[in-house]
């Protein structure tokens, strides 16, 4: 297996010995048939595959979020919506290849899609900046989303990023202020939008696009303030302390659904979206239509209104009151 992550040696060993078998079956040495042995290793493996992944820690999830095979937005885009026509630009500085958008179909919905891409390769890593946007990618998003509420189009969000980018040329076109401006635009505008964190969903890098009626989550993505590695770094001063940090944050989407800060998880195929992406998409398709019609049905000062309160109600805390000093003499 090319890419395979550490808690998948044991799969990896018993597809090593099913393929040996399979290959050369002269050197079976069991008192059953070839086939009864592959038919034993092939539900060894199953069986060994639903307990590693009912069994999976915070950081491995991480792990399979970063997976290079793991399904990203262009895929999705592909596999899950029609008619998928890209639109280009910020009309203010540059193009940037981080967000794709464009027009596409959900089923028999006409929709504007955008998303966070990330590259497969080198090459492609650079030219999509490893899925972080500059700037410019999040004011692209949002001329598209006034364009989507112009013509009553529903929005889908689809979010895989480590975070935005941090360089200097990114603090010198303001960064943060085209974050904000997203945040506070997104929470008023008038048409549906569902948001789906399909890998990673990295801080203001994801949230800068996921201000949404409908936030859901892939059964293997995360979403975090900041990723484990650096939350490892500021409280343990070491980064490879970021297991434990994983585990801190509470990023799955298990724990995002218990706080309340995602509306459903996605499932995947057993294994990580990586392994059956035709599979992944068709869940997605389906969740996302789902929630789709829900929000369409409702009248739009109501939706807004939800929008609001739904991360108005996010952050809550206990605050003990101090006890009162008894007064001198009492």
């Known amino acids: 297996m090319k890419h395979q992550l550490d808690f998948e040696k044991p799969l990896v060993e ?11 079956p002269e050197a079976h ?12 290793i092939e539900k060894k493996l199953e069986e060994t595959r639903r307990q590693i992944f009912a069994n999976l820690s915070a950081w491995d999830r ?12 262009l895929d999705y885009l592909e596999l899950a919506f ?6 280009h630009g910020d009309r203010r500085f540059a193009e940037d290849r981080a967000v794709v958008a ?32 500059h700037p410019e990618g999040y004011r692209k998003a949002l001329r598209l989303m006034h364009l989507a509420d112009k013509f009553r189009l529903p929005i889908i969000v689809l979010i895989d990023t480590a975070g935005a980018y941090p360089g200097i040329g990114a603090e010198e076109r303001h960064i943060a202020e085209a974050i904000a401006v997203n945040l506070r635009e997104m929470m008023v505008m008038e048409v549906p939008i569902i948001a789906a964190v399909i890998g990673e969903g990295g801080s203001g890098g994801a949230l800068g696009i996921g201000v949404a009626d409908r936030v859901l989550i892939l059964e293997n993505a995360y979403y975090s303030v900041i990723s484990p590695e650096g939350c490892a770094a500021i409280l343990w001063k070491d980064r490879a302390a970021a297991a434990q940090a994983a585990e801190a944050l509470k990023i799955t989407a298990k724990h995002l659904l218990d706080l309340g800060l995602v509306d459903e998880i996605v499932p995947e195929p057993l ?8 599979g992944s998409a068709q869940m997605l ?4 239509l789902k929630h789709l019609d829900q929000v369409l049905a409702l009248p739009v000062a109501d939706r807004l209104k939800q929008r609001y309160a739904k991360f108005r109600a996010f952050g809550h805390f206990h605050e003990n009151q101090p006890v009162a000093a008894e007064t001198i003499g009492g």
């Open 271 to 278: 294994g990580g979206a990586h392994t059956n992406r035709e």
């Open 82 to 87: 029609t008619g998928f026509t890209e639109l």
């Open 102 to 133: 464009g027009f596409a179909r959900l089923g028999t919905h006409k929709v504007m899609v955008i998303g966070t891409q990330k590259g497969r390769d080198t090459k492609e890593n650079i030219l999509r900046n490893f899925g972080s946007a």
């Open 62 to 73: 991480v792990k399979i979020a970063r997976h290079p095979k793991r399904p990203f937005t």
């Open 14 to 24: 018993l597809q090593n010995k099913l393929a040996e078998l399979k290959k050369h």
């Open 285 to 288: 398709h389906t969740c996302l």
């Open 29 to 40: 040495s069991l008192d059953i048939s070839v086939e009864e042995e592959v038919r034993l």
